[in-house]
């Protein structure tokens, strides 16, 4: 079974710092390129970040560009999302998510079976 | 950017009803739409992909169709568990969802 188990969300302030974690099991990690995607408060989803299955190359969306990196360590089935530099609008929950097939080698199959619970990062003084 | 615009925003509907929800996007994706439910405090649930395939386990009462800028969610049977939230999302060029679309008891 297929399981994202997140941590690392809470409250900073403006401008702070926060890393979070994805930890994946169920599946052969290193094959899958994973995401993060985000929502605010009462809102729709808002695609964050996603990174292939190598590590070694990765997306922003353009809100997010030069304050976050993503990133993976393979080798710990585990996914990260760097956040610097946080705004008020960055407040949302934060849900890691798994492309739905392996070996995915173009951006035109990045959609997402399996999501985490979802952790809710607040960014306020 | 390719925006997604989906309609109506929140849909009043009775169990047994036949819904349907739109998609629309601001350019071609061609068949790189996926569809999602959401219920309160849950993550989202993959339906469909590539326009029209049904996800692993999904019930057939849910199907989608279309291609290019226009797509349609459409639950044939509407069923209790139905109600929820509704997502489309395009994976054409980068990734965008659309606004979503509240499934709510009539």
């Known amino acids: 079974e297929v399981q994202l188990v997140e941590s690392g969300g809470g409250l900073v302030q403006p401008g702070g710092s926060l890393r979070l974690s994805c930890a994946a099991s169920g599946f052969t990690f290193n094959n899958y390129a994973m995401s993060w995607v985000r929502q605010a408060p009462g809102e729709g989803l808002e695609w964050v970040s996603s990174?292939?299955?190598?590590?070694?190359?990765?997306y922003y969306a353009d809100s997010v560009k030069g304050r976050f990196t993503i990133s993976r360590d393979n080798s710990n089935n585990t996914l990260y999302l760097q956040m610097n530099s946080l705004r008020a609008e960055d407040t949302a929950v934060y849900y890691c998510?798994?492309?739905?097939?392996?070996?995915?080698?173009?951006?035109?199959?990045?959609?997402?079976?399996?999501w985490s619970q979802g952790t809710l990062v607040t960014v306020s003084s | 950017d390719i925006q997604m615009t989906q309609s109506p925003s929140t849909l009043s509907a009775s169990v047994g009803d036949r819904v349907t929800i739109t998609c629309r996007a601001s350019?071609?994706?061609?068949?790189?739409l996926a569809w999602y439910q959401q219920k309160p405090g849950k993550a989202p649930n993959l339906l469909i992909y590539?326009?029209?395939s049904l996800d692993s386990g999904v019930p057939s009462r849910f199907s989608g169709s279309g291609s290019g800028t226009e797509f349609t969610l459409t639950i044939t049977s509407l069923q209790p568990d139905d109600f929820a939230t509704y997502y489309c999302?395009?994976?054409?060029?980068?990734?965008?969802f659309g606004q979503g679309t509240k499934v709510e008891i009539k």
């Open positions: 998510a798994k492309v739905r097939f392996p070996h995915c080698s173009t951006t035109s199959c990045y959609f997402f079976d399996s």
């Open positions: 590539k326009a029209s």
């Open positions: 990174i292939i299955g190598a590590g070694s190359k990765t």
């Open positions: 999302q395009q994976y054409s060029s980068y990734w965008t």
């Open positions: 350019q071609s994706v061609s068949i790189w």
